[in-house]
């Protein structure tokens, strides 16, 4: 059984990573694109910026941006943290990446202060539905959200080596 304790060690080991990427990003890191076929974030007409997604099984699977990540990162954690919370989730579909990779990082920076205080105050055991079909412990979203953010963070980090290893063109 999780306890508080637990998660929070497991959330900073995490976090510890996710610091180690983001600190070194650049602003130039985060519209990179990988590949020919990507997922990013585009500026809209209105001004907002507006991110690539699809539910459907998509072949082959597109290489998401650092900017694209960012905005996923702010958007799962959001959900988590409002449903962690008893809060109103937010609409994927209406979640923006806020236009600079600065501010996507100050965004991540602030759930992970949020996401920390529910972890150390926590009642593990309280149902909770968010990301699952049926209701689990707030402990299995609490290890979800861990496993998530080292799998998007290694992700991250991994885009923003392989952009620093590239010769620029």
């Known amino acids: 059984m999780s306890t508080p304790e ?3 060690w497991q959330f900073d080991l995490v976090w510890s990573l996710a610091q180690l990427h983001l600190d070194a990003l650049v602003e130039a890191d985060f519209l990179w694109e990988p590949a020919e076929i ?3 974030v585009h500026r809209s007409d209105d001004g907002l910026w507006r991110p690539d997604f699809s539910e459907d099984d998509l072949d ?5 941006t650092i900017a694209w990540l960012t905005w996923h990162i702010d958007w799962w954690w959001s959900t988590a943290l409002a449903a962690a919370q008893g809060g109103v989730a937010p609409d994927g579909a209406e979640m923006r990446w806020p236009g600079t990779g600065a501010a996507a990082v100050g965004r991540i920076r602030a759930l992970a202060t949020a996401w920390r205080l529910v972890l150390s105050d926590a009642d593990l055991n309280r149902p909770i539905t968010y ?3 049926e209701p689990k412990s707030l402990a299995h ?3 979800w959200v861990n496993v998530e953010l080292t799998k998007n ?6 885009l923003r080596l392989l952009r620093a290893a590239t010769p620029a063109v």
Request: net charge negative; no cysteine.
């Open 153 to 158: 963070i290694a992700e991250l980090g991994q």
């Open 6 to 8: 637990n998660l929070v």
């Open 131 to 133: 990301p699952w079909d």
């Open 38 to 40: 990507t997922w990013t």
């Open 141 to 143: 979203t609490a290890s």
């Open 60 to 64: 082959p699977i597109p290489v998401p």
